[in-house]
């Protein structure tokens, strides 16, 4: 029941604000509201769902703001754990990410944006992992499911070509065959924080395009 709300949610299938009612949902699923009780407080561990008045439960909202901010605290997490696991990663090890980059890619010439984003988290999660600190991997777990879902939801409008996503990440792994702590940083840094730029250029050119029309009339 978990994994198919939580699909749902990812997908936008269930919208942001939408109400959750256990028992329309164990019908749907054809089951009793128990699993779905306990589904529930999952999502919401994961910040996919909120509890209010503690009765109504509603999809989480995911505002361009709240996501920023959620991309800020990511950044600073992993730009952390790949400056550690840069200074004891192995070539096998980057070849495993290479792999994690060519699946990306194989995902996205399907256009199959769920795919690509199960492989993106997954070569993120595996240089957490190899940073060697158990509380970076505690720190970046609950950040995965709203990630997921803004990254799904949100990049295709940014990257029309979806193998483009995968390609942001070899500079990444550049860095970590060099042995490079502080470019393997930077490198990330500047990975997660690539969609803003892009978010951002894109609201540009709408408010010029809004102008040019509000002089032209």
């Not at 256009?111 to 720190?139: K, P, Y």
């Not at 840094?189 to 032209?216: D, F, P």
Request: net charge positive; aromatic share 6%.
């Amino acid at each position: 029941v978990m994994q198919q709300l939580r699909a749902e949610i990812i997908h936008g299938r269930l919208a942001p604000g939408e109400r959750l009612v256990e028992l329309d949902i164990a019908r749907r699923m054809g089951t009793s509201q128990g699993p779905v009780r306990e589904a529930l407080k999952m999502l919401e561990h994961d910040g996919l769902v909120e509890r209010r008045a503690h009765t109504a439960t509603f999809v989480a909202p995911m505002s361009f703001d709240d996501m920023y901010e959620l991309f800020k605290i990511r950044s600073a997490v992993e730009s952390y754990a790949i400056r550690r696991a840069a200074r004891q990663i192995t070539e096998a090890e980057c070849d495993e990410l290479d792999q994690l980059i060519a699946q990306m890619r194989d995902a996205g010439k399907r256009n199959d944006i769920a795919a690509l984003v199960e492989h993106d988290m997954a070569f993120h999660r595996r240089i957490c992992e190899w940073s060697g600190s158990i509380t970076l991997v505690q720190v970046w777990t609950p950040l995965y499911s709203q990630i997921q879902r803004f990254v799904v939801q949100n990049h295709p409008q940014h990257f029309k070509n979806l193998p483009d996503i995968a390609d942001t990440h070899h500079p990444i792994v550049n860095a970590l065959r060099s042995g490079r702590p502080a470019a393997a940083s930077r490198a990330m840094r500047e990975h997660i924080m690539l969609i803003w730029s892009r978010v951002e250029r894109k609201s540009a050119r709408r408010s010029a395009t809004s102008r040019r029309g509000n002089q032209a009339r």
